[in-house]
Nanobody, 120 residues
Framework: QLVESGGGSVQAGGSLRLSCEANGYKVGVHCMGWVRQASGKEREGVGLIDSDGRTSYIDSVKGRFTISKDNDKNTLYLQMNSLKPEDTAMYYC?????????????????WGQGTQVTVS
């Protein structure tokens, strides 16, 4: 139901924008986010956006990544700037099935298939 796109390979310092078609959800009311998993590492939450549009990020991406949403298109975005090799990972769009608070990384319980981001 969550379909990511926009991944690819980019040089360090470059930018990418990931998109997520949130089929089965309404980005305007659901807690949404992005998580990533690098090879051989555990999945980690990158950032969240709640129904009011408030965002939060992990420290390692603050100031570089921006989560946004388009309620009319029912699409979630992750704008990634100043990419670093350590950002290389599979990136997943995620959502909380239940509407309402709390909107935290551990409450995300549905994920898409992912899109690969490689930074060299």
């Amino acid at each position: 139901q969550l379909v990511e796109s926009g991944g690819g390979s980019v040089q360090a310092g470059g930018s990418l924008r990931l998109s997520c078609e949130a089929n089965g959800y309404k980005v305007g009311v659901h807690c949404m986010g992005w998580v990533r998993q690098a090879s051989g590492k555990e999945r980690e939450g990158v950032g969240l956006i709640d129904s009011d549009g408030r965002t939060s990020y992990i420290d390692s991406v603050k100031g570089r990544f921006t989560i946004s949403k388009d309620n009319d298109k029912n699409t979630l975005y992750l704008q990634m700037n100043s990419l670093k090799p350590e950002d290389t990972a599979m990136y997943y769009c995620a959502a909380r099935l239940e509407i309402g608070p709390p909107c935290t990384a551990i409450t995300l319980d549905d994920w898409g298939q992912g899109t690969q981001v490689t930074v060299s």
